[in-house]
C-alpha cells in the first residue's frame, strides 16, 4: 500500500514453482586413519582422509517478471549430477633438541577430482504453482565437466622455546600445484581443455610472548 514494498499479491507464499518430482539430493562419505610411532630420535606422524560427496538435483526457478509470467515458458529447469572425490595424506618427523628447539619436517599430498553432468531446459508454470501438462526431464545430460587437482608440499619448521613465556616460530614450505579441466556443450557447440602447473614457496616467521596468564 503506499507504494511500500511487500510481497506481491499474484504469487503465493507457499506456491512451489520447482517442476514435479524435484528433488535435491546429496550423499556424503568422510574417513580418516593415523598412527604416531617413534622412529630412532624422532616422532613420525602419519595422517589420511578421504572424502566423497555425490550429488543429484531436478529443479527449477522463475525466470520473467510476474506481468508477464502467465504467457510463454516462464521457468528455467537444471538437471544435475555432481562427484567430488577428496584424499589427503601428510607425513612429517619432529624431533625434541636441546636448548627448548623442536625441528619438524614432512610433506602433504591433496588429490581431488570431480566431474559434473547436467542439462538445462524451460518450462511453464501458474503462478499460483500448478502445471497445466507435465514437465518432461531432458533426454540426456550432455553438459560435462571433468576437473582434476593436486597439491603437493615439502616443508620444515622449527619452534624455539627459550622460556616458558616466550616462543618463535619459523617455517619454509615449497607449493607444487597441478590442475586439469575439460568442459564440453555439445548443445552450444562449445569444448575446451587445458591444465596449469604453478610452483611457488612461501614462509613463516613469528613470536609468541604471554604477558599474562591466571
Given at each position: 500500500e503506499d507504494g511500500a514494498p511487500g510481497w506481491s499479491p499474484v504469487t503465493p507464499l507457499d506456491a512451489n514453482y520447482n517442476p514435479p518430482g524435484a528433488y535435491m539430493n546429496d550423499h556424503r562419505?568422510?574417513?580418516?586413519?593415523?598412527?604416531?610411532?617413534?622412529?630412532?630420535?624422532?616422532?613420525?606422524?602419519?595422517?589420511?582422509?578421504v572424502s566423497q560427496s555425490r550429488q543429484s538435483l531436478f529443479r527449477g526457478f522463475l525466470q520473467v517478471p510476474v506481468d508477464d509470467a502467465e504467457a510463454g515458458e516462464n521457468s528455467h529447469g537444471l538437471q544435475e549430477k555432481i562427484n567430488l572425490t577428496d584424499v589427503y595424506v601428510d607425513s612429517h618427523f619432529s624431533w625434541k633438541l636441546r636448548h627448548g628447539v623442536t625441528f619438524l619436517a614432512g610433506a602433504d599430498y591433496l588429490h581431488g577430482t570431480g566431474s559434473a553432468r547436467g542439462a538445462d531446459?524451460?518450462?511453464?508454470?501458474?503462478?499460483?504453482?500448478?502445471?497445466?501438462?507435465?514437465?518432461?526431464?531432458?533426454?540426456?545430460?550432455?553438459?560435462?565437466?571433468?576437473?582434476?587437482?593436486?597439491?603437493?608440499?615439502?616443508?620444515?619448521?622449527?619452534?624455539?622455546?627459550?622460556?616458558?613465556?616466550?616462543?618463535?616460530?619459523?617455517?619454509?614450505?615449497?607449493?607444487?600445484?597441478?590442475?586439469?579441466?575439460?568442459?564440453?556443450?555439445?548443445?552450444?557447440?562449445?569444448?575446451?581443455?587445458?591444465?596449469?602447473?604453478?610452483?611457488?614457496?612461501?614462509?613463516?616467521?613469528?613470536?609468541?610472548?604471554?604477558?599474562?596468564?591466571?
Open positions: 562419505f568422510t574417513g580418516m586413519a593415523g598412527f604416531d610411532r617413534k622412529a630412532g630420535s624422532a616422532l613420525w606422524s602419519t595422517m589420511g582422509s531446459f524451460d518450462y511453464f508454470v501458474h503462478l499460483n504453482g500448478t502445471f497445466e501438462e507435465p514437465v518432461p526431464k531432458p533426454d540426456q545430460l550432455d553438459v560435462t565437466i571433468e576437473d582434476h587437482r593436486d597439491f603437493i608440499g615439502p616443508y620444515a619448521s622449527v619452534e624455539w622455546q627459550p622460556a616458558d613465556r616466550l616462543r618463535f616460530d619459523a617455517g619454509i614450505r615449497l607449493n607444487v600445484t597441478h590442475e586439469s579441466r575439460e568442459n564440453a556443450d555439445p548443445g552450444a557447440g562449445t569444448q575446451s581443455e587445458g591444465d596449469q602447473t604453478n610452483t611457488r614457496s612461501s614462509g613463516n616467521l613469528g613470536a609468541i610472548f604471554t604477558a599474562w596468564q591466571h
